[in-house]
């Protein structure tokens, strides 16, 4: 089996910043993407950023430049550098990874952004 436990979330004035990380921990054998995705009230669930295990990222449009993605191969960590924030990044944020062509998931770390 694999987890993965998030931490790092919490409240936060708009304009503040927070950092989420992730760990990922049992049958890890090789990772292959680390990602972040979140969940807002009455909303569909949405990918907030990836990275590759050679590096590469992705990101969504509404936090490209205050979000920065980053992973320790060494240690399968994964963490989410959130800069700026809005108070519409409030939502739960998920960790996931993708091993052997299976996703796996984190129970969510809430962030809450006040105005």
């Known amino acids: 089996q694999v987890q993965l436990v998030e931490s790092g979330g919490g409240l936060v004035q708009a304009g503040g910043s927070l950092r989420l990380s992730c760990a990922a921990s049992g049958r890890i054998f090789s990772i292959n993407v680390m990602g972040w995705y979140r969940q807002a009230p009455g909303k569909q669930r949405e990918l907030v950023a990836a990275?590759?295990?050679?590096?590469?990222?992705n990101y969504a449009d509404a936090v490209k430049g205050r979000f920065t993605i980053s992973r320790d191969n060494a240690k399968n960590t994964v963490s989410l550098q959130m800069n700026s924030l809005k108070p519409e990044d409030t939502a739960v944020y998920y960790c996931n990874i993708d091993q052997r062509l299976r996703e796996y998931w984190g129970k969510g770390t809430l962030v809450t952004v006040s105005s």
């Open positions: 990275i590759t295990r050679d590096g590469s990222t």
